[in-house]
Protein backbone atom coordinates (compact mmCIF):
# COMPACT_ATOMS: atom_id res chain seq x y z
CA UNK A 1 0.00 0.00 0.00
CA UNK A 2 0.87 3.58 -0.34
CA UNK A 3 -0.13 6.81 1.07
CA UNK A 4 0.21 10.57 0.26
CA UNK A 5 0.34 12.72 3.05
CA UNK A 6 0.19 16.95 2.25
CA UNK A 7 1.12 19.36 4.49
CA UNK A 8 1.23 23.64 4.27
CA UNK A 9 -2.09 24.36 3.45
CA UNK A 10 -3.76 27.22 5.61
CA UNK A 11 -5.25 31.01 5.29
CA UNK A 12 -3.38 33.66 3.47
CA UNK A 13 -4.25 36.62 2.64
CA UNK A 14 -4.03 38.08 -1.02
CA UNK A 15 -0.58 38.35 -2.67
CA UNK A 16 1.21 36.00 -0.16
CA UNK A 17 2.66 32.74 -0.24
CA UNK A 18 2.49 29.19 0.88
CA UNK A 19 4.34 26.19 -0.09
CA UNK A 20 2.54 22.96 0.46
CA UNK A 21 4.59 19.67 0.71
CA UNK A 22 3.25 15.99 0.01
CA UNK A 23 5.54 12.72 0.78
CA UNK A 24 4.71 9.21 -0.34
CA UNK A 25 5.43 6.38 1.02
CA UNK A 26 4.97 2.26 1.69
CA UNK A 27 5.44 -0.08 -0.66
CA UNK A 28 6.93 2.16 -3.43
CA UNK A 29 9.24 0.59 -5.93
CA UNK A 30 9.55 4.02 -8.44
CA UNK A 31 7.38 6.99 -8.71
CA UNK A 32 6.45 8.57 -12.20
CA UNK A 33 4.72 11.90 -12.61
CA UNK A 34 3.67 13.80 -9.93
CA UNK A 35 1.37 16.61 -9.52
CA UNK A 36 -1.11 18.69 -8.15
CA UNK A 37 -4.72 19.23 -8.61
CA UNK A 38 -7.25 21.42 -7.12
CA UNK A 39 -11.26 21.54 -6.46
CA UNK A 40 -13.04 24.53 -5.55
CA UNK A 41 -16.73 24.41 -3.87
CA UNK A 42 -19.16 23.47 -6.81
CA UNK A 43 -16.34 23.04 -9.24
CA UNK A 44 -14.58 20.14 -10.68
CA UNK A 45 -11.40 18.85 -9.84
CA UNK A 46 -8.65 20.55 -11.93
CA UNK A 47 -4.84 19.81 -12.34
CA UNK A 48 -2.46 22.84 -11.18
CA UNK A 49 1.10 21.46 -12.09
CA UNK A 50 2.23 18.32 -13.18
CA UNK A 51 6.29 16.97 -13.02
CA UNK A 52 7.88 13.80 -14.82
CA UNK A 53 9.65 11.75 -12.81
CA UNK A 54 13.09 13.60 -13.26
CA UNK A 55 11.78 16.63 -12.84
CA UNK A 56 12.96 18.15 -16.47
CA UNK A 57 9.18 18.50 -17.62
CA UNK A 58 6.70 20.48 -15.59
CA UNK A 59 3.53 21.38 -16.60
CA UNK A 60 1.06 24.15 -15.60
CA UNK A 61 -2.56 25.68 -15.67
CA UNK A 62 -2.48 28.86 -17.42
CA UNK A 63 -4.31 30.40 -14.24
CA UNK A 64 -1.50 29.92 -11.93
CA UNK A 65 1.63 29.77 -14.38
CA UNK A 66 4.25 32.68 -13.58
CA UNK A 67 2.79 32.19 -9.78
CA UNK A 68 3.40 29.13 -8.89
CA UNK A 69 6.23 25.98 -8.98
CA UNK A 70 6.19 22.49 -8.72
CA UNK A 71 9.63 20.81 -7.66
CA UNK A 72 10.40 17.47 -6.58
CA UNK A 73 13.08 15.65 -4.32
CA UNK A 74 12.94 11.88 -5.46
CA UNK A 75 15.58 10.80 -2.22
CA UNK A 76 12.40 11.66 -0.36
CA UNK A 77 9.60 10.73 -2.81
CA UNK A 78 8.16 14.07 -1.85
CA UNK A 79 6.64 16.77 -4.17
CA UNK A 80 6.19 20.58 -3.73
CA UNK A 81 4.09 23.25 -4.79
CA UNK A 82 5.61 26.88 -4.31
CA UNK A 83 2.49 29.14 -4.40
CA UNK A 84 3.35 33.16 -4.88
CA UNK A 85 1.42 36.08 -5.57
CA UNK A 86 -1.69 34.09 -4.16
CA UNK A 87 -5.33 35.18 -5.03
CA UNK A 88 -8.91 34.71 -3.46
CA UNK A 89 -9.62 32.72 -6.89
CA UNK A 90 -6.94 29.89 -5.36
CA UNK A 91 -9.08 29.00 -2.75
CA UNK A 92 -9.66 25.13 -3.39
CA UNK A 93 -8.67 21.81 -1.27
CA UNK A 94 -5.36 20.96 -3.15
CA UNK A 95 -4.79 17.24 -3.71
CA UNK A 96 -1.44 15.35 -4.25
CA UNK A 97 -1.32 13.04 -7.09
CA UNK A 98 1.75 10.22 -7.90
CA UNK A 99 1.72 7.11 -10.29
CA UNK A 100 3.70 4.70 -8.44
CA UNK A 101 4.93 1.57 -9.33
CA UNK A 102 4.44 -0.72 -6.52
CA UNK A 103 6.84 -3.42 -5.01
CA UNK A 104 4.39 -5.76 -4.57
CA UNK A 105 2.61 -5.66 -7.93
CA UNK A 106 5.44 -4.14 -10.42
CA UNK A 107 2.24 -2.04 -12.30
CA UNK A 108 1.46 1.58 -12.22
CA UNK A 109 -1.13 2.85 -9.99
CA UNK A 110 -2.72 6.15 -9.57
CA UNK A 111 -2.65 7.61 -5.76
CA UNK A 112 -4.23 10.84 -4.13
CA UNK A 113 -3.70 11.86 -0.77
CA UNK A 114 -6.30 13.58 1.24
CA UNK A 115 -6.47 16.92 0.55
CA UNK A 116 -5.19 19.73 2.49
CA UNK A 117 -7.03 23.29 2.64
CA UNK A 118 -5.86 26.55 0.93
CA UNK A 119 -7.76 29.86 1.71
CA UNK A 120 -7.21 32.98 0.08
CA UNK A 121 -8.48 36.41 1.64
CA UNK A 122 -8.74 39.08 -0.14
Known amino acids: QVQLVESGGGLVQAGGSLRLSCAAS????????MGWYRQAPGNQRELVAR????????NYADSVKGRFTISRDNAKNTVYLQMNSLKPEDTAVYYC???????????????WGQGTQVTVSS
Open 26 to 33: GSIFSINA
Open 97 to 111: NALVVTTLSGMVRNY
Open 51 to 58: ITSGGTTT
